[in-house]
């Protein structure tokens, strides 16, 4: 061979080396980590078998169990102040995905025409993982609930823009049958599972790092459950406040799905690098005796459910695992959905600054600390914004505010003000409007403040919002 095909020869091996070394260099699966959300619906703060709160017994399900989420707590930190953006599914998933207040955003309810919300923002999780390392494969499985494709958003792989009839098969078609409740793939549990595992399995050959979310269609009513674990709970003795056989059945189904995904996620030898977090996009459903068949629980020690601002429709839980976590442990420190875009693109080797189109803001500081600590965002207090009169639960329009430990709640028909110190009675039960005039001022003026500078939606009588264009919305100025 001759000395130039040698030196041509060594040449290439160089380039090839080069470039190995450089894609390696971008996207080594042993340092960049990976994220896994899991979402479910409607699941109440103490729907579950992890305690949230240390120190309160009842901040637990009293019948239900969830075995695999205990596991991955124990391994983790709860958040026992964690809130939805909303006490409704589609602003609590908007949120998640931009970062921004369901306020913000202006979309504040289900049903809403969306189509003023520019979908071409580079501020969503996908997109700002990919700017990060463009190794990055994105995807979701199960409810999506908003109003553009995946794909709009940044995601590589998903299921579509599914709503909740996608939770069941044949929805039209096998309506009666549904209604039976049983069904060995339950709310798509187990089909939407395996879909987010063969996802995994895939990073795991590629070693490509990953962000995949989950979003459960369960325990989202009407209730479905499998067979054998509606006999497991027929023979149970009933809780004190939890007592509903087959909602306590989904409960567990769910957390077998959630199991099966942790079980596979180990088994790849992914779980060191990966932070996994399960969450609820609202709380769950409060006791409303004129309709039973929304009766599948109670939210106790919580005050009222989903649809409101009280603390039982947008206080979840929260669980997050993963690279340093101190394990078993729980942070009191408030956080919102809206936290977890700054807060996963912080973990993966970026922090955003601070500015005014994004309200969340990082809690990777109270990962490493061990539980202490405080989330710094542009905005003052996590906001809350129900600017409708919902015929199903308080059936007035409000918006609440949380700083540090008290809430505000602002009814919009009369003015009427509710203050509340969390700390001490999250029950919700003692107005304190009389005996702390400069916390009530402090936290109206702030409320009142971001709603202006958002342009929030504003309410009026009668008004619904459903498929309302965004320039006919009367708003705050």
Not at 61 to 89: K, Q
Not at 136 to 157: C, M, N, Q, R
Not at 433 to 460: C, F, G, R
Request: net charge positive.
């Amino acid at each position: 061979m001759k000395t130039g095909s040698y030196f041509f020869i060594l040449i290439s091996l160089i380039i090839v080396l080069f470039l190995g070394c450089k894609t390696a260099s971008i996207a080594p699966n042993e340092t960049t980590p990976n994220f896994i959300v899991i979402l479910s619906d409607d699941q109440g703060w103490n729907g579950t078998s992890v305690q949230m709160m240390d120190d309160l017994p009842t901040s637990k399900s009293d019948y239900h169990e969830t075995p695999h989420l205990e596991a991955l707590a124990n391994r983790g930190m709860r958040f026992s102040s964690a809130y939805a953006s909303a006490p409704v599914c589609s602003p609590s998933r908007y949120s998640i995905q931009l970062g921004k207040t369901p306020a913000r955003l202006k979309m504040i309810r289900v049903g809403m025409n969306t189509k003023h919300i520019n979908h071409q923002t580079p501020y969503t999780i996908p997109k700002l993982l990919k700017k990060i390392n463009p190794n990055y494969k994105t995807a979701h499985f199960g409810k999506w609930g908003i109003g553009v494709h995946p794909s709009e958003l940044g995601y590589d792989e998903s299921d579509g823009m599914t709503g909740n009839k996608d939770g069941v098969f044949n929805y039209k078609a096998n309506r009666k049958q549904w209604q039976n409740n049983v069904d060995e793939d339950p709310k798509k549990i187990f089909s939407t599972t395996a879909r987010a595992i063969n996802f995994l399995e895939r990073q795991a050959m590629s070693k490509q790092p990953f962000f995949l979310q989950v979003s459960h269609y369960a325990v989202h009513s009407d209730v479905m459950m499998r067979q054998k674990t509606l006999d497991k709970y027929q023979s149970k003795p009933r809780g004190r406040y939890q007592k509903h056989a087959g909602f306590a059945a989904m409960t567990e189904d769910l957390d077998s799905g959630v199991g099966l995904l942790l079980k596979r996620l180990k088994a790849l030898g992914l779980e060191k690098n990966t932070y996994v977090i399960y969450t609820s996009d609202n709380g769950a459903v409060p006791i409303m005796p004129p309709k039973p068949k929304y009766n599948r629980g109670s939210n106790f020690p919580l005050s009222r459910g989903k649809w409101d601002a009280m603390e039982g429709g947008i206080r979840v839980p929260f669980v997050i695992a993963g690279p340093q976590i101190t394990p078993g442990s729980e942070s009191k420190t408030p956080i919102t959905h809206s936290d977890l875009l700054p807060t996963i693109i912080d973990l993966a080797g970026q922090k955003l600054s601070l500015q005014d189109d994004i309200d969340g803001g990082s809690f990777k500081s109270i990962l490493n600390q061990g539980a202490n600590g405080n989330v710094s965002r542009f905005s003052e207090g996590l906001i809350f914004h129900v600017p409708y009169e919902n015929g199903i639960a308080l059936k007035r329009a409000h918006s609440a505010i949380i700083m540090d430990h008290f809430k505000l709640i602002k009814f919009h028909d009369n003015n009427e003000l509710l203050l509340f110190d969390l700390n001490n009675d999250f029950e919700e039960q003692y107005n304190l409007i009389m005996s702390h005039p400069n916390e009530l001022k402090q936290l109206k003026t702030a409320l009142d403040s971001y709603l202006h500078k958002v342009k929030a939606p504003k309410w009026k009588p009668g008004i619904t919002w459903k498929n309302k264009p965004i320039e006919k919305i009367n708003s705050y100025h």
